[in-house]
């Protein structure tokens, strides 16, 4: 597959038709990719009244491959992906400037050098289990990794503690 990790790529069709984002995972037996800020939906997960609260996490889907094109980091434009042959192997290059173009990870290693600015942190693996107070607790807090990144709010209880 062309489009790696910590590419940034540009969406061509779809309800997020011109959306711009790193690509956080690629699912390679699905011919899917997971991209920052594209994609997510909202998912209400059900408290059981006495450990767990009731949630909305918002969860990033994946898109298809099709769907996205490289951003070049040489030219900055959309483009096709080709390779060449090179004395390490398969290097991946640019169609429209014919420049070389480095995995996403590389790129972002060497822009965090240059900047020390902090990146924001993915969590990424493990599904969320209902009903665990542990693993709310965990993924309130942020030391929970769960399947997409996620954020938590808090959801109204519309019922009193006394009733049941």
């Given at each position: 597959m062309k489009v790696r990790v910590g590419d940034k790529v540009k969406v061509l069709y779809g309800k997020n038709r011109g959306k711009t984002g790193n690509v956080l995972r690629v699912l390679k037996s699905k011919g899917m990719v997971v991209v920052e800020d594209v994609n997510v939906y909202k998912k209400h997960i059900k408290g059981n009244n006495r450990d767990v609260e009731s949630q909305i996490a918002e969860i990033i889907k994946p898109v298809a491959v099709s769907k996205v094109m490289v951003i070049c980091p040489n030219c900055e434009k959309p483009t096709r992906i080709g390779f060449k042959a090179d004395?390490?192997?398969?290097?991946?290059?640019?169609?429209?400037?014919?420049?070389?173009?480095?995995?996403?990870?590389?790129?972002?290693?060497?822009?965090?050098?240059?900047?020390s600015k902090k990146a924001p942190k993915v969590k990424v693996a493990g599904d969320i289990d209902k009903g665990d107070e542990k693993q709310v607790d965990d993924l309130k807090k942020g030391t929970k990794k769960v399947k997409g990144p996620v954020k938590v709010e808090k959801a109204q209880s519309y019922r009193k503690q006394g009733d049941m």
């Open positions: 004395k390490d192997g398969k290097v991946r290059i640019c169609k429209k400037c014919n420049k070389e173009i480095e995995s996403g990870a590389e790129v972002k290693s060497e822009k965090s050098d240059k900047k």
